[in-house]
T-cell receptor, first 114, second 113 residues
Framework: NAGVMQNPRHLVRRRGQEARLRCSPM?????VYWYRQLPEEGLKFMVY????????ESGMPKERFSAEFPKEGPSILRIQQVVRGDSAAYFC????????????FGQGTRLTVV | QQQVKQSPQSLIVQKGGISIINCAYE??????FPWYQQFPGKGPALLIA?????SEKKEGRFTISFNKSAKQFSLHIMDSQPGDSATYFC????????????FGTGTRLQVTL
């Protein structure tokens, strides 16, 4: 049973480009969460999605950031017109059900904006 | 009210000693309290978790103590080993749209020989 798969593991983008991060949840998991971790800091919630629905996007910056979890395929976190401050590790977690239940994390995508 | 406060920021323990990390929360709607272990360059790994209907949960060398009235919980690592050297995060979540995890700021544990 494969874990949460994130790709790419490392992503380098120039300022102004778009970054697209992908997350495939564990088999049987329909709940996906995205978190951002700045160097030497904790994880900050960004968005919570179920298939085809955004449940909670209270942690998402209002501009340039978007997320989706289509009926088929991985969840995508999209960052448009990246800036240096977007450089961070982005983690995806999945759980089999909503509510307070076990969430399993992927290895993350480390985004560097140059 | 959504914060989870974690201490200490860093901890050095000798091999065989007990590592203790503390967390406090404010939101009484939280009903699930996991601990995650993270090694450099890796994703957080779920270590152990507790719900507020019990005061203690033990899995191997790892124990969570939970004090509902004080809104505090702690992780104890018994017989600490060098391989336990990592960053530990406490977290809390509730139900529905509150099921997102709110993380503490992390504790960097170093276990020395």
């Amino acid at each position: 049973n494969a874990g949460v798969m994130q790709n790419p593991r490392h992503l380098v983008r120039r300022r102004g480009q778009e970054a697209r991060l992908r997350c495939s949840p564990m088999k049987g998991h329909s709940h996906v969460y995205w978190y951002r971790q700045l160097p030497e800091e904790g994880l900050k919630f960004m968005v919570y999605l179920q298939k085809e629905n955004i449940i909670d996007e209270s942690g998402m910056p209002k501009e340039r950031f978007s997320a989706e979890f289509p009926k088929e395929g991985p969840s995508i976190l999209r960052i448009q017109q990246v800036v240096r401050g977007d450089s961070a590790a982005y983690f995806c977690a999945s759980s089999p059900q909503g509510g307070s239940s076990e969430a399993f994390f992927g290895q993350g995508t480390r985004l560097t904006v140059v | 009210q959504q914060q989870v406060k974690q201490s200490p920021q860093s901890l050095i323990v000798q091999k065989g000693g007990i590592s203790i990390i503390n967390c406090a929360y404010e939101n009484t709607a939280f009903d699930y309290f996991p601990w995650y272990q993270q090694f450099p360059g890796k994703g957080p790994a779920l270590l152990i978790a507790i719900r507020p209907d019990v005061s203690e949960k033990k899995e191997g060398r790892f124990t969570i103590s939970f004090n509902k009235s004080a809104k505090q919980f702690s992780l104890h690592i018994m017989d600490s080993q060098p391989g336990d050297s990592a960053t530990y995060f406490c977290a809390a979540s509730g139900t529905g749209t509150a099921s997102k995890l709110t993380f503490g700021t992390g504790t960097r544990l170093q276990v020395t020989l």
